[in-house]
């Protein structure tokens, strides 16, 4: 076994072998180096040739026309042209959003980016198992509403939302829907023909291809129009200017053609494990699930171990990446507000710990984290004054703390 | 986060860790922090009949600076008399510990710690 393991598979993954050879295809001078948008010469017919099917293994993937796929530089940037764009476009028709409050930063940072343009912003509650209900969206659908962005699968609880359903109410309320999928592409059946979705954003990395490489998808039929955040050469129809990174593109393309052709067997592989990891803890006191397991990607899961620091006990798996909830892994000192949207304490917020499972995982591996899991809790429970009060009856909610 | 080899030290042994007995007259235990913010120390003294710390132990919840900050507090405060012992800073922890920025507020907490427990044994003592 080598290490140290990673399984932090949510964060990003490694590129595929196989991405990787093609990618090495599309750089050097014997290779498919040419600038796509050279018309001269056999230098830019080529990369236009494989950016095109690029665009059409992305396009397969999700059963759409590769005509509707557009070139970023990863989800991040389509989720603030899909949502900055959309509502701009639209603004003659109302200045009204709706997302959630468990969305990515880039989601959630870009509606802040409207507000301060004077736009409002509907920020969905989640229900306690990490759910955004269809009921709840359609409650909060106004006559100015334009758009609603809400996430495919989210990045901490791996909780998968029913777009299938959002979709139906906004496409009868003459809403538009962005979805960001950079967590579900590949992981979760994605149909384009059955679902009414008219945007959705997607990364390269978070499935064995390049960082730095996305795509947005922008529906035809019915035709949506944005307006455009980069300007330049109007490459990408206008929506997206920019010289196209053929070895990026060439990598995200084959990354979405493998996940096409190999997600049922992954999943049924990864879902083995995930499984495995969960039943390694069932007997553990208060080890608590995050999210639910009953709408949920396979290779997720996000576990509280009560009365346990998360930063201390990822200090402990130092063999391991892994990520916490925790405050104190990140520099804002506030536990994660995803765990904290779900109505999660504090403590528990600050105990979680996010296992994220994938392609190369292996059950020695998962195996092995399970065995120091327990041996690092047990320990730190030892030094916990909380576990020492838990056990000896008193509840937590009740003590008068001192807050700092 | 990369740690000091004296704040891994700390994390890998702890020293003291455990409990003294907190109806003693002579045992003075301070309880701070809160698990909504992420930390909780408890640190316990014992002194004997010269007024000097005999003895010290901790249990803290939080993250590896504040288990460092505790289990260096106790290594420290044994040897000591009630007065010198208050009269440690939580600079000087953040300085032995080479603790980061961000970090700092568990030293903080390590040397409220330290005055709670003391402000309780004088408490019990009549000496408040």
Redesign the interface.
């Known amino acids: 076994m080598k290490l140290p393991i990673y399984l932090d598979y949510s964060a990003t993954t490694p590129v595929d072998p196989r991405v990787a050879a093609r990618m090495a295809e599309c750089l050097t001078m014997d290779g498919v180096f040419g600038n796509a948008a050279s018309r001269s010469h056999s230098f830019g017919w080529q990369a236009e040739a494989a950016i095109e099917d690029a665009r059409q293994q992305v396009a397969s993937l999700i059963n759409a026309d590769p005509r509707e796929i557009v070139w970023t530089s990863g989800a991040t940037e389509s989720d603030n042209l899909a949502i900055k764009g959309c509502a701009h476009f639209n603004e003659r028709k109302g200045k009204h959003v709706i997302t959630s409050k468990i969305e990515h930063k880039a989601v959630l940072d870009s509606c802040r980016q409207l507000e301060r343009e004077g736009y409002e912003i509907t920020y969905l509650d989640p229900c306690a198992s990490g759910l955004i209900e269809p009921q709840a969206v359609a409650d909060a659908i106004r006559d100015d509403t334009t758009l609603v962005s809400l996430m495919h699968v989210n990045n901490e609880i791996g909780t998968i939302t029913d777009i299938a359903a959002i979709g139906e109410i906004c496409r009868q309320r003459g809403v538009f829907f962005h979805v960001d999928a950079a967590q579900s592409a590949g992981k979760v059946k994605i149909d384009m023909a059955e679902m009414k979705v008219d945007l959705m954003s997607f990364s390269a990395h978070k499935i064995y291809g390049p960082k730095g490489m996305g795509a947005l998808y922008v529906r035809r039929k019915p035709r949506v129009r944005i307006e455009a955040q980069t300007h330049g050469g109007g490459h990408e129809r206008g929506m997206r200017s920019g010289t196209l990174p053929t070895h990026q593109i060439v990598g995200m393309g084959e990354a979405f053609r493998i996940a096409h052709e190999e997600m049922d067997d992954e999943n049924t592989r990864i879902l083995a494990l995930r499984n495995r990891l969960w039943e390694g803890f069932s007997d553990m006191e208060e080890a608590h699930l995050n999210g639910t397991l009953e709408q949920h990607v396979a290779g997720n899961l996000n576990v509280s171990f009560a009365?346990?620091?998360g930063?201390?006990l990822i200090?402990a798996l130092k063999d391991f990446a892994v990520s916490s909830g925790?405050?104190?892994?990140s520099?804002s000192?506030e536990?994660s507000y995803v765990l904290r949207a779900l109505g999660l304490?504090?403590?528990l917020a600050?105990s979680s710990i996010r296992f994220s499972i994938g392609r190369f995982t292996t059950a020695e591996e998962v195996d092995y984290i399970i065995e120091k899991v327990l041996a690092a809790v047990t320990k730190l429970r030892?030094?916990?004054?909380?576990?020492?009060m838990f056990k000896a009856g008193v509840d937590?909610s009740t003590v008068q703390?001192?807050?700092? | 986060?990369a740690?000091s080899d004296k704040v891994?030290d700390h994390?890998d042994n702890?020293r003291n860790?455990g409990?003294l007995d907190d109806k003693a007259l002579n045992v003075g235990t301070g309880?701070?922090?809160?698990?909504?913010?992420?930390?909780?120390?408890?640190l316990q003294i014992q002194i004997n009949d010269d007024g000097v710390i005999e003895d010290a132990k901790f249990?803290?919840?939080?993250?590896?600076s504040?288990?460092a900050s505790s289990s260096l507090l106790t290594e420290w405060v044994k040897g000591k008399t009630l007065e010198d012992a208050a009269k440690i800073k939580n600079s000087e922890i953040a300085e032995e510990l080479a603790l980061p920025p961000?970090k700092i507020?568990c030293s903080?907490?390590a040397e409220?710690a330290i005055q709670a427990a003391i402000q309780d044994i004088r408490k019990k003592r009549g000496e408040d």
């Open positions: 009365f346990v620091e930063e201390s200090m925790s405050a104190c892994t520099a000192l536990p304490e504090d403590e600050h030892e030094l916990s004054p909380l576990w020492d937590l703390w001192a807050a700092h | 986060m740690y891994l994390y702890p860790v409990v309880m701070v922090g809160a698990p909504a913010c992420g930390d909780v120390m408890r249990k803290t919840y939080g993250c590896g504040a288990i961000v507020h903080v907490l409220d």
